[in-house]
């Protein structure tokens, strides 16, 4: 069973309708304990990084996929999942759930045609083989909507960029976590093949 975590941030309905088209039993919850018995987890999410983390500490979320991770299970982070997996956001300053090292930075351009928030498709390129990018051609694109992006630490935990005035990381993994700055619901068929293998995904890179 994979468990979309609720927890107020948004299109967790989107990506249950996204797995059930790709065969996955996938249930939405906002209970830790279905967290801690789920095979799978994605962890979704649009909106602002102090919300998203009020709302995780309130329910006890924020220890389940601390947790989760920790015990090897396959966990998927999608835009705000991914952005606080980070250690910190510089939206406010916001402490964040430490799971891979880094920040979280917003994009700043020179230039008042480049918009913020970056809304729409754009090409992501692999810089890392994982399992669940497997399949990826290159120019294949994705949908994204997001005015932050995720600066990890170490450079070997990213899996993808994508370009916006200069490259940022789209996609990382460590460990059982693998997560998108896009998203992959929202993505159409390269989207619904990223869901389809994370359901048949064993953790390992």
Same mark, same amino acid.
């Given at each position: 069973?994979?468990?979309?975590?609720?927890?107020?941030?948004?299109?967790?309905?989107?990506?249950?309708?996204?797995?059930?088209?790709?065969?996955?039993?996938?249930?939405?919850?906002?209970?830790?304990?279905?967290?801690?018995?789920?095979?799978?987890?994605?962890?979704?999410?649009?909106?602002?990084?102090?919300?998203?983390?009020?709302?995780?500490?309130?329910?006890?979320?924020?220890?389940?996929?601390?947790?989760?991770?920790?015990?090897?299970?396959?966990?998927?982070?999608?835009?705000?999942?991914?952005?606080? @997996? *980070?250690? =910190?956001?510089?939206?406010?300053?916001?402490?964040?759930?430490?799971?891979?090292? %880094? /920040? +979280?930075?917003?994009?700043?351009?020179?230039?008042?045609?480049?918009?913020?928030?970056?809304?729409?498709?754009?090409?992501?390129?692999?810089?890392?083989?994982?399992?669940?990018?497997?399949?990826?051609?290159?120019?294949?694109?994705?949908?994204?909507?997001?005015?932050?992006?995720?600066?990890?630490?170490?450079?070997?935990?990213?899996?993808?960029?994508?370009?916006?005035?200069?490259?940022?990381?789209? @996609? *990382?993994? =460590?460990?059982?976590?693998?997560?998108?700055?896009?998203?992959?619901?929202?993505? %159409? /068929? +390269?989207?619904?093949?990223?869901?389809?293998?994370?359901?048949?995904?064993?953790?390992?890179?």
């Amino acid at each position: 069973m994979i468990v979309i975590v609720d927890y107020d941030a948004g299109n967790v309905r989107s990506v249950q309708r996204a797995c059930v088209e790709v065969g996955g039993d996938a249930v939405i919850s906002s209970d830790p304990a279905d967290v801690a018995r789920a095979e799978r987890v994605i962890f979704p999410g649009v909106g602002a990084a102090g919300a998203a983390m009020r709302n995780l500490r309130a329910r006890g979320l924020d220890v389940a996929l601390v947790a989760a991770v920790q015990a090897g299970k396959p966990v998927l982070g999608i835009c705000m999942g991914m952005q606080i @997996a *980070l250690d =910190r956001s510089e939206e406010n300053d916001q402490e964040t759930l430490g799971l891979v090292a %880094g /920040r +979280v930075r917003r994009f700043a351009f020179a230039n008042p045609a480049l918009k913020v928030p970056h809304m729409g498709w754009n090409a992501v390129s692999v810089r890392r083989p994982h399992p669940l990018l497997n399949g990826l051609e290159q120019g294949d694109e994705y949908y994204f909507v997001h005015a932050y992006y995720p600066v990890p630490e170490d450079p070997d935990v990213v899996c993808a960029v994508a370009d916006y005035e200069g490259e940022f990381c789209c @996609a *990382l993994a =460590r460990g059982s976590f693998f997560a998108t700055q896009f998203h992959p619901e929202k993505s %159409g /068929r +390269v989207g619904l093949g990223l869901l389809e293998r994370f359901a048949a995904w064993d953790g390992r890179a």
